[in-house]
């Protein structure tokens, strides 16, 4: 079931977006150009999924096999990945 907001959170997110909107507008063509988000890490650096890995490898959420990061639960994965993420 979706969220439902009262008026007062209604109106708060108004004013966060345009002020976001507002924000954004004043910055020149130069600075948009700066605003790519690209990771500064290998794909191997990240780690890999694999939720079926045998428990001979380790046990575990998170498990180190030849050198890479293999984790078994996505969501560790993906906390992993957002705090890697610059914002």
Request: glycine share 4%.
């Amino acid at each position: 079931m979706a969220q439902q907001f009262n008026e007062e959170d209604q109106e708060w997110i108004r004013e966060a977006v345009a002020a976001a909107v507002a924000a954004r507008a004043t910055l020149q063509p130069a600075d948009l150009a700066d605003d790519r988000r690209t990771p500064n890490w290998r794909d191997s650096e990240a780690g890999y999924v694999y939720p079926d890995l045998d428990i001979s490898e380790g046990e575990g959420d998170a498990v180190t096999v030849s050198n890479d990061l293999i984790f078994r639960d996505v969501h560790l994965f993906i906390d992993k990945l957002k705090d890697a993420v610059v914002y």
